[in-house]
């Protein structure tokens, strides 16, 4: 299969004050469409061609440094664009708050634990709840890295690459992160994802 830039589910300015029209055309128009471009020609001639794209993800790690990037950067965008949705942030469906209680402590200590991974994510790279043999724990990772190489299911994650947060947020990644967890987190979209995980 190749790879295609999906379309948005909300508006450009769905998103503002917390992400900007200007920052989601960058990123989404510009920063994930040359992953999209880059991993298709990447992937023109390789094993993984017609492979899905969790097992090109999987099976480029440390063996196709070019093309796991890009997959990598495009499998994180692809689901990164739905955690997040207008007048996020909220209530949390009660199985998976029951399993970040379990996990983590409480539903408070998770978020802290979730803003601290991004804030401390030195460089580019993501910060995650994911899971991990049947618990929700927090995880961060360099660059394009996805906890699917690492043999967890990422349910949530946020890119701490500058393009996601410097024409809003210039340097302070902090109040990007704390936004992100107040105000646009689609916890729907992370239970269906849990849900999925733990089946
Ligand atoms: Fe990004």
Redesign the pocket.
């Known amino acids: 299969m190749s790879f295609t830039l999906p379309e948005l589910t909300y508006s450009y300015d769905a998103l503002a004050p917390y992400m900007s029209r200007e920052t989601l055309e960058f ?1 989404h128009d510009k ?2 469409l040359a992953y999209v471009n880059n991993g298709n020609n990447l992937l023109k001639g390789t094993e993984w061609e017609g492979k899905s794209l969790e097992e090109i993800v999987k099976g480029s790690f440390g063996k196709n440094a070019g093309l796991f990037n890009n997959a990598g ?1 495009h499998y994180n ?1 692809l689901h ?1 664009w739905k955690w997040l949705k207008p007048n996020g942030g909220g209530a949390i469906p009660g199985n998976l708050e029951k399993a970040i209680v379990d996990g983590l402590g409480s539903v408070e200590k998770a978020k802290e634990d979730f803003i601290q991974a991004g804030v401390t994510q030195f460089g580019s790279g993501w910060a995650w709840l994911v899971v991990k043999d049947g618990k929700v724990i927090v995880a961060k990772t360099a660059n394009g890295e996805s906890p699917l190489v690492h043999g967890a299911t990422p349910i949530l994650g946020v ?1 701490v ?1 500058e ?2 947060y410097y024409i809003d947020y210039r340097n302070r990644r902090p109040d990007y992160l704390k936004a992100f967890v107040d105000n646009l987190v689609n916890w729907d979209y992370v239970a269906e994802l849990y849900e999925a995980a733990v089946k």
């Open positions: 990123h920063h994930h950067q965008h990164f890119d690459w393009h996601s």
